[in-house]
């Protein structure tokens, strides 16, 4: 079958017609970074839209999870998820502190709240939950834990953009929460990230680590890093963001047609929703079972016969790779869920220029599979 192929996502890229204006801005004014008016314009723009209440912008949420991390003084061991991003793991190691790995939940794939606590010892500081693909941790098991232990809890919330509960955005729970801005995400500013955080105090804090410490030109008070966003990205952010109904929409209508498709499909289960009033269908998990006629692998292939690729987020997982894997916690053994569920998974394509058709045509090769 000779078609175009289809990819896992896509970003959304407004029209260029209507980024030229900014980009003549931006060479009128001559600031190119240092928190000029497009950096503090998405700042603002961004806590209405999301309903937060402070946010500071980076150059990738990379930066912006080791930043939350000095930011909290977090040191020690740090309790988190293997069913994430490689980034997730890695910006505890970067700051310094031993990643402790407990298993997440059945349904929802999120840290699970009930292990949480058998993994608390006198070097725990602080927990890392991920709002994975979108759908929210069980944020009030998590938190009660936390306040019982006196941890820190940041959540990676880099599939969590717009996600809301009955509270309102849930980037408000934990102590802070970081965003990506990577071009594969719901919203993108190519690279870009950003931290969620209550209180202006701590925003400022962060503010300063993210510019080398400085507070003012001669006065460094944090050996701070640099994570600023540049003023373009900002600007493609504020652009980005007029379209994001639009963008929310189409995810939601194909995730829609998946849902009514394969919900007879033997063996096929796509991933529940976990409480949120507004999903931003930033991902389309399913999981192939046992009895399904092949193997999730040998349909992962079939699908890229087809021209369809997949995805296969999240295998391996994180505590598989090698400077992981000796970690007593990353023992298989610990972590039966989540083994199970890298083996399993399989992310469908989802983004706003895929047609019906196209999307018709991965459910066809699903049912024929079956
Ligand atoms: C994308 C992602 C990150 C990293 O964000 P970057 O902006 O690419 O640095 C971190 N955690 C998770 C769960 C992600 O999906």
Redo the contacts with the bound molecule.
């Keep these: 079958m000779k078609n175009k192929p289809i990819y896992v996502t896509q970003p959304y890229l407004p029209p260029l017609d209507e980024f030229i204006p900014h980009l003549t801005q931006i060479w009128d004014n001559k600031v190119l970074t240092n928190g000029g008016p497009y950096h503090q314009e998405l700042e603002k723009a961004l806590c209405e839209y999301l309903g937060v209440k402070h946010i500071a912008l980076f150059s990738?949420?990379?930066?912006?999870?080791i930043t939350a991390l000095q930011a909290l003084r977090v040191t020690g061991e740090v309790i988190t998820t293997p069913y994430?991003?490689v980034?997730?793991a890695h910006?505890l190691l970067w700051n310094g502190n031993r990643p402790v790995f407990v298993d997440v939940e059945p349904g929802s794939l999120n840290l699970d709240p009930a292990k949480i606590e058998a993994a608390i010892t006198p070097q725990t500081t602080a927990i890392m939950p991920?709002h994975?693909y979108g759908n929210p941790c069980d944020v009030h098991a998590i938190q009660r834990v936390a306040d019982n232990y006196n941890l820190k809890v940041i959540y990676?919330a880099?599939?969590a953009f717009g996600v809301r509960d009955d509270h309102g955005s849930v980037l408000n729970y934990g102590d802070l929460s970081?965003l990506?801005?990577?071009a594969?995400?719901v919203f993108n500013t190519f690279?870009?990230?950003a931290i969620v955080c209550p209180d202006a105090k701590t925003k400022q804090r962060i503010d300063h680590l993210k510019n080398f410490g400085f507070v003012d030109e001669t006065t460094v008070v944090a050996p701070g890093i640099n994570g600023k966003m540049s003023e373009i990205n900002a600007a493609f952010g504020l652009l980005q963001l007029k379209h994001l109904d639009h963008i929310m929409r189409r995810r939601a209508e194909i995730a829609e047609i998946y849902r009514q498709e394969l919900h007879d499909v033997p063996n096929i289960v796509c991933l529940g929703d976990t409480g949120q009033i507004v999903a931003n269908n930033s991902y389309f998990p399913i999981l192939v079972e046992s009895d399904y006629p092949m193997s999730r692998d040998a349909l992962y292939a079939q699908l890229k016969e087809y021209g369809v690729n997949a995805r296969r987020y999240f295998y391996p997982l994180i505590t598989d790779f090698p400077m992981y894997r000796s970690l007593p916690s990353a023992a298989q053994s610990n972590l039966p869920v989540a083994t199970k569920a890298a083996l399993k998974v399989l992310c469908l394509p989802i983004y706003p220029a895929l047609t019906d058709e196209d999307v018709f045509r991965v459910v066809s090769v699903l049912k024929r599979g079956a």
Aim: charged share 10%; with cysteine; proline share 0%.
């Design positions: 990738n949420g990379t930066l912006a999870l994430s991003f980034a997730t910006s991920v994975c990676d880099a599939h970081v990506s801005f990577h594969t995400k690279e870009g990230g």
